[in-house]
């Protein structure tokens, strides 16, 4: 430092051109997820210019979930930006951080970025850093703030992320500081000037394949999911992406899970354990599967009446038995045909598999019309309503009484007095 010279702090101002520069950052944020609060990540990409972002929430900062952010953004953007987009140090994109600006970078990271054709810009560590990208760093919480405050209640990311979309759209009408025109008309202007995006995308997801255990179950990265139980001992192939995770059986995918985070944390679906709950009915109430049915609402109301009804009937491990049986009828007919089948075998004492078939395919044909706005506190059950199933013994005693004569069987008694050929 010269003499009489001391260095000062403060903020110098930049100049961006339209469609070369772009930020990217995570930010934290919680959501109430089927019920459960839980921390997620909104990842943010806003070009320099005009300020356009494409803000998505995904269920942990994994590489994964890095990359397909930039590929929702860039299809949102319907380019790339030209000259590099800004970086802090995310574990998603760099191994090890070196001297300077310098980073070494992860092998997948260095084909996406290959692939879309864009050079990252690394900040440097720290307080100094995070002033270099100082756009998305306000935006993330700005956007956070906004729109996330309260915590936003959804059953699924997917559900959120859609919501997110529809919330990008309507803020390009916000003019920014400092700015006479607003966000979408400014990116109207630097739309023509970004990169054309690659005709194929790429695959960010990360392809495993590990093997089912005993309990139909596979673990990836510490966290278990459910797969059919004519897997068991196999190994499977499985794709695991942002927010979901595939099984495949070839080309064709047999289970689809959301992804999970927590360590130890467990995903299973009833309809991945019925053949073995054939053969073991007593592993049903207590099954873990069972719970998450209950919990997502796949088994409903109309499920659990026709349980009781059919444990009344035939007993515990036969009642259980003819409700797998109905659970089995879900992979080849719609849902709400099938709780009409049951709600009808219901009503007409016929706690059968073999009656929740003929009237589910019955309701599937005729489709009903859509039910009538009730109150939910008057509206009485499904399986209370009337039913299009007959009672046999009851209809018997309704018939008029038969007084025509007993057939006859004289003429084949003559068959039997008549002797054959060649006898005396």
Request: with cysteine; hydrophobic share 40%.
């Amino acid at each position: 430092m010269l003499e009489g010279r001391r260095h000062l702090t403060g903020m110098v101002p930049q100049v961006h051109l339209p469609g070369e520069e772009a930020e990217v950052d995570f930010a934290d944020v919680w959501v109430r997820l089927a019920g459960e609060v839980v921390k997620c990540h909104l990842f943010t990409l806003r070009l320099s210019y005009s300020g356009k972002a494409v803000h998505r929430v995904y269920a942990s900062q994994a590489q994964e979930s890095f990359m397909e952010g930039h590929v929702e953004a860039f299809n949102v953007l319907g380019g790339v930006p030209t000259r590099h987009i800004r970086y802090d140090n995310l574990k998603p994109a760099v191994n090890r951080i070196c001297t300077g600006r310098s980073r070494i970078e992860s092998e997948r990271w260095v084909s996406f970025r290959a692939h879309y054709g864009f050079d990252a810009f690394y900040c440097i560590p720290g307080e100094d850093g995070a002033h270099e990208k100082g756009g998305v760093e306000h935006e993330g919480g700005r956007f956070r703030r906004t729109h996330l405050v309260p915590v936003p209640e959804v059953a699924t990311l997917e559900e959120l992320n859609a919501k997110i979309t529809e919330i990008d759209a309507a803020e390009d009408e916000r003019i920014l500081a400092g700015k006479l025109t607003t966000v979408g008309f400014n990116f109207y202007t630097e739309a023509d000037q970004l990169a054309p995006l690659p005709l194929e995308e790429f695959e960010c997801g990360v392809t495993l394949t590990p093997k089912v255990d005993r309990s139909s179950r596979i673990t990836v990265r510490q966290c278990h999911y459910s797969v059919p139980a004519r897997f068991i001992g196999q190994n499977v192939r499985v794709l695991l992406r942002g927010n979901e995770l595939l099984i495949f059986e070839r080309r064709n995918v047999v289970a689809r899970h959301p992804r999970l985070t927590r360590r130890g944390d467990f995903r299973d679906e009833l309809d991945h354990y019925l053949e073995i709950l054939l053969v073991k009915p007593g592993a049903m109430a207590g099954s873990t599967a069972l719970v998450t049915a209950r919990q997502n609402g796949s088994f409903t109301e109309v499920h659990e009446a026709f349980w009781a009804a059919a444990r009344a009937a035939h007993g515990d491990a036969a009642g259980t038995r003819a409700l797998i049986e109905v659970l089995l009828l879900h992979r080849r007919m719609p849902a709400t045909a099938i709780e009409q089948g049951m709600a009808a075998a219901i009503r007409a004492g016929a706690v059968t598999a073999d009656v929740v078939a003929v009237e589910a395919r019955r309701a599937a044909a005729l489709a009903p019309p859509p039910p009538e706005d009730l109150d939910d506190e008057c509206e009485p059950p499904p399986w209370a309503e009337p039913s299009g199933v007959v009672s046999l013994t009851a209809r018997r005693a309704q018939l008029p009484e038969d007084n025509r004569p007993l057939p006859t069987v004289a003429h084949y008694d003559q068959l039997l007095t008549r002797q054959p050929k060649g006898t005396a």
